[in-house]
């Protein structure tokens, strides 16, 4: 059996990812199996969630196993000013496996390299959301019946938003299409277009969040304006609403677009997006559970079968 961390969504390879995809469907078939009976999860959330947490806390407790860890950092002794590298080295000592989310970047990998357990990075700061790229490609497999050959609008927070860059280097694997929707301030880093570059992965980026583009896309993946990422306040004041999602802006989309967001939203999406049968963003969370049972047993090595 063999266990190994998950940092980065590419440390995947096509076969991985859809042998997880299959996997996750198995568990939506069935989530409940006691695969983890005897082992013991921690969760260390430097950083607040809601779905990232609680989706692996369900996930650990319908597979059998048990949980321990903390969602506020205040509450462990890393407020008396212990390292990381500490935290990490007397956690690994009582569980098998460690999901954490930290607001700096690299953290999880840097986890990875002092842990004796396996470490799932469930997110550190604007670099990585591997757990929830599973989940996307999930809900996008599911909705479209394929990976292959979409055309992926992300509108929004593009420098910030960790979940846009682990979704970008997924779909390289898939010959996808990108539009970027941001403002200046806001634009997808240099780095993930080299890497589109580098994979010939047609980009187009748009400072105008018009029906134009979104009447061509398959997958339209809003995001909220991370406020907690910024130095500047007032900035985020200025571009916080540059990009709301009406229903109305729907009357003309793709028959089979489905509108994402990793959530929580704030003001990108309009209430009455909700009951448009493209809105999928409470599937694509429930379907966070299933993806994060599949990641559980792969980075453990237990067979799903
Ligand atoms: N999508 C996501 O990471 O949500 P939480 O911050 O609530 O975990």
Not at 46 to 70: C, D, K, Y
Not at 194 to 199: A, I, K, L, R
Not at 272 to 286: G, R
Request: hydrophobic content about 35%; charged content about 25%.
């Amino acid at each position: 059996m063999k266990c190994e961390s998950l940092v980065s969504i590419n440390d995947f390879s096509k076969e991985e990812i859809m042998e997880l995809l299959e996997n996750a469907r198995s568990f939506e078939e069935n989530p409940n199996r006691r695969v983890l009976e005897g082992k013991v999860v921690a969760t260390l959330f430097f950083e607040p969630s809601t779905r990232t947490r609680l989706s692996f806390e369900t996930a650990v407790n319908r597979l059998g196993g048990r949980i321990i860890g903390f969602s506020d950092a205040a509450t462990s002794s890393s407020s008396k000013g212990e390292s990381l590298k500490d935290t990490i080295m007397m956690v690994s000592n009582y569980v098998d496996l460690i999901i954490m989310r930290h607001h700096l970047e690299g953290a999880a990998r840097y986890a990875s390299e002092v842990s004796s357990v396996p470490i799932i990075n469930a997110g550190d700061g604007a670099n990585q959301h591997p757990t929830q790229t599973m989940l996307d490609l999930y809900s996008i497999y599911k909705t479209q019946g394929t990976l292959e050959n979409l055309n992926i609008t992300m509108v929004g927070d593009l420098k910030y938003g960790r979940t846009v860059h682990s979704l970008l280097q997924a779909m390289s694997h898939f010959n996808p299409t990108f539009h970027f929707v941001a403002p200046d301030e806001l634009k997808m880093p240099q780095e993930y277009k080299m890497f589109c570059d580098e994979h010939n992965i047609p980009y187009y980026e748009h400072r105008e969040f018009s029906e134009e583009v979104i009447n061509q896309a398959d997958i339209l993946y809003m995001t909220r304006v991370q406020r907690e990422r910024f130095t500047d306040l007032m900035e985020y004041e200025r571009v916080k609403d540059v990009y709301i999602l009406h229903n109305s802006m729907l009357a003309h989309s793709k028959p089979n677009l489905r509108v994402l967001h990793p959530l929580p939203r704030v003001n990108e999406i309009a209430y009455d997006v909700d009951d448009n049968p493209k809105a999928y963003y409470f599937q694509q969370a429930k379907n966070g559970l299933f993806a994060r049972q599949a990641i559980i047993c792969k980075v453990l090595g237990i067979d799903v079968e």
